[in-house]
C-alpha cells in the first residue's frame, strides 16, 4: 500500500502548486493591496484566458506536438465573430458559431498538415502564426473593433458575476479544464493521448489511432484558443489584432511550469491552470510592488528555464522517476 | 505420436537427423497452430529466405538460431505480417491466410513483442497492460475507462507470474527494468489471449536475473498453451526454454535439433562450424 506522503508526492502539481503559494505569500507580504478586489480581477482575468489556451495547449503537448498559431488564432476568432455579427448584421450565435468553426479549421490545417507530411508541428503552426497574423492585419487593418452594448452571447462569455470581482471566464476556465481533465484521465482517449506522446512505436503496435489523436488535439487547442479569444473579447468589448500577442509562448510556459514535458507523454490539465495563475500573480504582483511593468517577460524567462532544468535534473522529463 | 510431419515439411538435410527420444510435452500429433509451406521471400532481387517449411505447434516454444544474414528476422517478421513472403504459404490453425499487415495477424492472436516497442515509459503499469485494449465504459459517444477493474486485473495477472518487485498497477514502468517490461507485455499477450507469440532477441543486453525473469515468462506462455517463436543468440538461452532449435543458414533450414538432442557447446560449435564452412 501507498503512503500518504508518497501519494502526495506523486502529486504532478504538488511542485507548481507550492511555487504558486509561494508567489502569493511573497505578494500578500510585499504588497498591501493584493487582496483587494481590483487585484482580484486583475489576476483572474489575465489567468483565465491564458489558462484555457494552456488547457489546449497542454492536450497537444501532452499528445507530442506544439501549437504556436494560439495566440494569433486568439486574435483571429473574435475578429471573426465580431465582423460577421457587427458589420454584416449576422445573428451573433450564428456567427460564433462560424467563428469557432473557422478556429476548428485552422487546427485541422495544422494537424493534416503536420501529419501527412511529417514536418515538425514547430514549423506548420509558425507558418499558420504567420498566415493568421497576415489575416488579422487584413482584416482589421491596425483599428480596434469596440462594442458598446455587448449582446446575449458576449454577456454569457465575459459579463462580471453578480457583484463579485470576478468574470464570467473565470467560470468557464473551472468548466473547460474539468471536462479536459475528465477526458485526459477517465476516458480511453485520454489514455491513447499519453500513449502517443510517450512512445509512438508502442502506441501504434497496440493499436492506437496516434494520427488520429493528433489531428484531433490541434483542433481542440485551436478551438480553446479561438474561444478563450471570444471571452476576452466579450469581457473587454474590444479587440485588436494584438490581442494574445505572445499567448502562444505563455500558454507553453503555463504549461511547462505545470509539470507538462516539452518531449511529450506527461503532464496535468490542473498543473497548466496553476501555471497560468503563476504567471498572472507574478505579471500582476511585480506591477503593485512597482517594478516596471516589462520587467515581467524578463522575469518569466529565467524562471522558465529554472524550473525546466529543475526539472530534467529530478528526472521528470527523463523518466527515472519511481 | 509421429516425429513425422516435421522431417516431410523440412528442408532435406534435416533427414540426417536421428530422432532423439523426446522429452518434451509437445503434442504434434494435433492440427499444427502455424505452418510456413515452400516460403520464398526476397527483397527485390536479394533472395533471403529459400522455401522454408516450418511448423510451430500450441504449447512449443521454438528457436531461431543463425548467424547473422540467415533469414531469422526475415522470417520472423513473416510471422507477424510485417512481410508478405515472396512465394509459398501461410496456415494458421488449419486454414490458409495472408495478412497484409501486422494488424491482421494480431486480430487472428499473434502477438510479436519487441524490446523497444513493447511499454510506454510515462504511463502507469495498468494503462500500459489495457493500452489500445481499455476496459470502458460506452456513454453516449464517449469511452469511460474501468480504472478500478482494470488494475485490479493487470496486478492479478501480473502477480500470477512472479514479477514480485511490482507492487501496484498505479505504478509508473520506469521503474521497470528491460526484462520485466517484456515480462509484462508476454503477460498481457497471454492475458488477451495470444496464440502465437514472436520474440525477436527478448534477452539481449539484459542480466542474469532478468534473463531469467523473461524465460520463465516463455514457459508460462507455453503452459498456458501458446506456441512461441524466438530468436536468440545466446545458446544458454535457447536450450534450457526451447523444445525444437531450428537452425537457419542462408535463408535455408539446415537442421532442426528437438530439445536435450544436444549441449550449448555441441550446439555453438554447430553453428560455427557451420559459419565457417559457408565462408571458405
Redesign the interface.
Known sequence: MKSFTESLLNVRELAPGLGLLFVVLFFTLQTGNFWSPETMTAVSSVASTIAIVAVGVTILMISGEFDLSVGQNFAFTPIVWALLFVSDGINQWISLIAALGLACFVGIINGLVTTIFGIPSFITTLGMFFVLEGLNNLLITGHQLMMFQPSTAMWLLGAQIGNTPFYMPLVWMFVIAFVFWFVLTRLRYGNWTLATGGKVGPAKAMGVATIRVKRINFVLSALLAGLAGCMQFSYLHTVTQGQGQNYELLAITAAVLGGTSLFGGMGTIWGSVIGAYLLATIQIGLVLIGVPGSFYVTFIGVLLVIVVIANVRLGRFGGNQA | MSHGPQNRNSHPTDAAIPVAEKRNEVDRSREPLFELRAISHSYGRNKAIFDVNLLVWPGEVVALVGDNGAGKSTLLKIFAGYLEPTSGSLRFMGEEVRFGT??RA?ALGIE?V?Q????????SLW?NF?????I?RKIGP????E?RRMRREAETAIAKLGLTRIR?A???V??LSGGERQSVAITRAIYFGAKLLLLDEPTAALSVRETRNVLASIHQARDHGLGVLYIDHNMNHVLPVADRIVLLEHGRIVRTIDRGEVGVEELQELIARRAQNAES
Open positions: 501486422p494488424a494480431r510479436a519487441y523497444d516497442l513493447a511499454i510506454v515509459d510515462q504511463l494503462r489495457f493500452l489500445g485494449k481499455e470502458a464517449l469511452q469511460v475507462l480504472r501496484s498505479e505504478q509508473p520506469w521503474a
